[in-house]
């Protein structure tokens, strides 16, 4: 059974950085492609950046896009998040997601019906 926890939300004022964490149990974590997708209060999920198994891949959204990084440590059974320049709309619970399918080594899933494990979300508050 693989579990996600998901650590370092918090609150940073416009311009700011966070850098999110998911920590993930399982052995064959390294062949998961991981996601990583927020919700905003009234708002339905929405995808934010995906990474390949490989690490090679990546896919972001377009309003993150030059100011969100995703990453990930196989050794370390670990996916980040780097957010900078952060703005008020990107205040949001930000969840960590896994898929257990096997893909190739370069595809980067992007929907949440491709994802089967979810970590139970880390809060991010933007304030101006």
């Known amino acids: 059974q693989v579990q996600l926890v998901e650590s370092g939300g918090g609150l940073v004022q416009v311009g700011g950085s966070l850098r999110l964490s998911c920590a993930a149990s399982?052995?064959?974590?390294?062949?998961?492609?991981m996601g990583w997708f927020r919700q905003a209060p009234g708002k339905e999920r929405e995808f934010v950046a995906g990474?390949?198994?490989?690490?090679?891949?990546?896919s972001y959204a377009d309003s993150v896009k030059g100011r969100f990084t995703i990453s990930r440590d196989n050794a370390k059974n670990t996916v980040l998040l780097q957010m900078n320049s952060l703005k008020p709309e990107d205040t949001a619970l930000y969840y960590c997601?896994?898929?257990?399918?096997?893909?190739?080594?370069?595809?980067?899933?992007?929907?949440?019906?491709?994802?089967?494990?979810w970590g139970q979300g880390t809060q991010v508050t933007v304030s101006s």
């Open positions: 990474i390949s198994w490989s690490g090679g891949s990546t």
């Open positions: 997601a896994a898929s257990k399918r096997l893909y190739g080594l370069a595809t980067v899933l992007d929907r949440e019906r491709e994802y089967d494990t």
């Open positions: 399982g052995r064959t974590f390294s062949s998961y492609a």
